[in-house]
C-alpha cells in the first residue's frame, strides 16, 4: 500500500514586506536593520530563502574549487584519493532531494533505528528505534506534529540526519524498492540535467578560475552571513520589545567578539575539504582524516574506513566529540 504525500500549500508573499531596496547597494549594517522589522512569520521565510542562497554559493564556490585543481598535480604523498568516496555522491545527494522534498511537502510518521554503544568497555551495541510523528503545515512550514510548542506556535523541523532514514524508506537502491520509486525517478532526471548543466557551462566558460584562497574566504563569507541572519531572526523572535531586541542584540555582539577573539588565538583556521573529499588535519599531534562533514577518521594514506571511525570534529575548538558511525558508512560496508 503506497502512502500519499500531504502537497505543500502555497505561499503567497505580503506586499508589505516587499523591500525596494538594491540589495546589492546596501551594507551588512543595513541589512540587519532591515530585517529586525520583520515580523516572526517573516522571518521564516528569510530564513528559509537565506539558507537555499547559502547552499548556492557553496554549490557554486565548489564547482570553481573542482575546475582549478583539475589543472594541478598532487603535491601531497599523504594526500587523499578523490575518488575514493566518490560513488557515495549520488546517495548524499538523495538524502538532499528528499530532506527538500519533504521540507516543501511534508512527511508520513517513520522511525529511526540506530546501533548505540551500551557498553564502553566491553563495546557491546544496542538496536534503539525512535519513532518520528508525521508533518503539519503552519504557515507554510513544515513540522513534526508532536513538537509544536503551544505559545509560539512552531516545532522541530526535518533535518539531514531524519533525511538519511527517510531516503531509504523512499526508495532503496540496494533493496530495488521503497514507499515512493516515483520520487527517485525524478532525482535520477534531475541528476542527469544537472551534468549535463554543468558540462555545458565547463566549456563555455572564458572566466579565469578563482584561486583556493577566494574560494576559502567566499565560504567562509557565506556562512558567515547565514550564522548573524539565524542570530538576528532568533533574537528577534524572542524579544518582546524594541528596547529589549536591541539590549539582547548588543549583548551578544559583545559576547560573539570575545568567542572570536579567543578562537583566532587559540585555534588555528580550519577550511572544508570539498564534497565528498577528505583532509590531512593534526590534532593533538595526532593525524585524522576529515571530510567536509566534518566526520573524522584514524589517518592513513587511503582516507579512512569504518574501522577507523573516531568521531565528529569541532573547528571551534579543534577537539573530537565521540560519536556512532553514520549510516551512509554503514551502507557502504554493505556494498
Known amino acids: ?25 546596501m551594507s551588512f549594517e543595513e541589512l540587519i536593520a532591515q530585517i529586525k522589522l520583520l515580523t516572526s512569520d517573516e522571518l521564516m521565510k528569510v ?13 557554486n564556490a ?17 594526500s587523499v584519493n578523490p575518488d575514493r568516496y566518490k560513488h557515495l555522491e549520488k546517495s548524499r545527494n538523495w538524502i538532499k532531494f528528499v530532506l527538500n ?21 566491553t563495546g557491546e551495541k544496542k538496536e534503539i528505534t525512535t519513532p ?36 531509504k524508506l523512499y526508495y532503496s537502491k540496494k533493496d530495488n524498492s521503497g514507499l515512493h520509486p516515483e520520487l527517485y525517478e525524478e532525482f535520477c ?36 552571513e547565514a550564522e548573524e541572519a539565524q542570530k538576528a531572526a532568533d533574537k528577534l523572535k524572542a524579544a518582546n520589545t524594541k528596547k529589549q531586541a536591541k539590549k539582547e542584540a548588543e549583548e551578544a555582539k559583545k559576547k560573539s567578539t570575545k568567542a572570536t577573539k579567543k578562537t583566532k588565538e587559540d585555534v588555528k583556521d ?7 573529499e577528505f583532509k590531512q588535519w593534526s590534532i593533538k599531534g595526532a593525524l585524522y582524516s576529515i571530510n567536509n562533514l566534518n566526520h573524522t577518521f584514524r589517518f592513513n594514506e587511503n582516507g579512512g ?31
Open 1 to 25: 500500500m503506497s502512502a500519499v504525500l500531504p502537497s505543500a500549500s502555497e505561499i503567497v508573499a505580503s506586499p508589505s514586506t516587499t523591500v525596494e531596496t538594491s540589495i546589492s547597494k
Open 47 to 59: 530564513m528559509k530563502q537565506t539558507n537555499q542562497q547559502v547552499e548556492k554559493h557553496l554549490k
Open 62 to 78: 565548489s564547482k570553481t574549487s573542482k575546475s582549478t585543481k583539475t589543472t594541478k598535480k598532487a603535491t601531497k604523498s599523504a
Open 101 to 121: 522534498h519533504a521540507t516543501q511537502n511534508g512527511w508520513k510518521s517513520f522511525e529511526i533505528k540506530q546501533n548505540k554503544t551500551v557498553d564502553k568497555v
Open 132 to 167: 518520528m510523528a508525521e508533518s503539519v503545515c503552519i504557515d507554510g512550514v513544515y513540522y513534526y506534529s508532536d513538537s509544536i510548542d503551544e505559545k509560539t506556535g512552531k516545532g522541530k523541523v526535518i533535518n539531514y540526519k531524519h533525511a538519511m532514514t527517510l531516503s
Open 189 to 224: 532526471a534531475s541528476q542527469e540535467n544537472q551534468v549535463s548543466d554543468q558540462s555545458s557551462e565547463s566549456s563555455d566558460s572564458e572566466k579565469p578560475a578563482k584561486s583556493d584562497k577566494d574560494n576559502a574566504k567566499a565560504l567562509k563569507q557565506a556562512k558567515k
Open 270 to 276: 580550519w577550511v572544508a575539504p570539498e564534497d565528498g
Open 305 to 335: 574506513s569504518a574501522e577507523d571511525w573516531v568521531g565528529i570534529f569541532n573547528p571551534e575548538n579543534n577537539t573530537i566529540q565521540e560519536a556512532d558511525l553514520p549510516e551512509e558508512y554503514l551502507e557502504e560496508d554493505d556494498d
